[in-house]
């Protein structure tokens, strides 16, 4: 069974700023998820990775297939960004996802 | 709107009792699955359906029966309710065998109290 481990658990930081959010994998994956949680509750869908990395806005994701490893960045922080971040390995078929525990973001103006 | 939608959105239920959540999407996907979010806000598969038929039931207590009557709706029912079942109960869908390519689409979430 996948373990997905997050990093860190909690992230306090300033308007601008780059942040980081870190994820690895314990076992081979078809494809990984970030996903974005906000204080209302609903789920959305980030990114889904393969490989590479991917752009959307500020928002950057990047794996590293041959070290299990993902990470999120954000870049120019703003405060609408303070949601819980959430990455999940789909490991294929119909499988479902494995989640990591969250990271809750907060961004200060 | 193409959308996974559930209802309802909150259920405040007393212990014992027997309750429904309902799931639609209408997304065209072949796969549908219901995830449990804990006090801890930590997810969790329950059950995964592909084509209404059943493929991963985690450890769930038999007291939560899913029900797919077809490959668009899948339905979570729960039956002599525990104050520990309290939790959010998210459904998703994804389109099968290509979610590696297309990704999942989350409802918005039922808010389930027992009390």
């Known amino acids: 069974k996948n373990e997905v481990e997050q990093s860190p658990q909690n992230l306090t930081a300033q308007e601008g700023e780059f942040i980081t959010i870190n994820c690895s994998y314990s076992v081979g994956i078809s494809a990984l998820h970030w996903l974005q949680q906000h204080p209302g509750g609903g789920i959305v869908s980030l990114f889904m990775l393969s490989s590479g990395k991917k752009k959307h806005g500020r928002l950057i994701a990047t794996i590293n297939i041959q070290e299990k490893h993902s990470s999120l960045h954000i870049t120019a922080s703003h405060p609408r960004d303070s949601a819980v971040y959430i990455c999940a390995a789909y490991e294929g078929g119909a499988d479902g996802l494995t989640f990591g525990k969250g990271t809750h973001l907060i961004i200060q103006p | 709107d193409t959308a996974v939608s559930q209802t309802p959105k909150y259920l405040v239920t007393q212990m014992g009792n027997d309750k429904s959540i309902k799931c639609e999407q209408n997304?065209?996907?072949?796969?549908m699955y219901w995830y449990k979010q804990d006090s801890k806000k930590f997810l969790k598969i329950m059950f995964s359906y592909n084509n209404k038929e059943l493929i991963i039931n985690e450890t769930v207590p038999n007291r939560f029966s899913p029900k797919s009557p077809d490959k668009a709706h899948l339905n979570l029912h729960i039956n002599s309710l525990e104050l520990g079942d309290s939790a959010v109960y998210f459904c998703?869908?994804?389109?099968?065998?290509?979610?590696?390519?297309?990704?999942?689409?989350f409802g918005s979430g039922t808010r389930l109290t027992v009390v």
């Open positions: 997304l065209g996907h072949d796969t």
């Open positions: 998703a869908s994804s389109p099968f065998p290509r979610a590696a390519n297309y990704g999942y689409t």
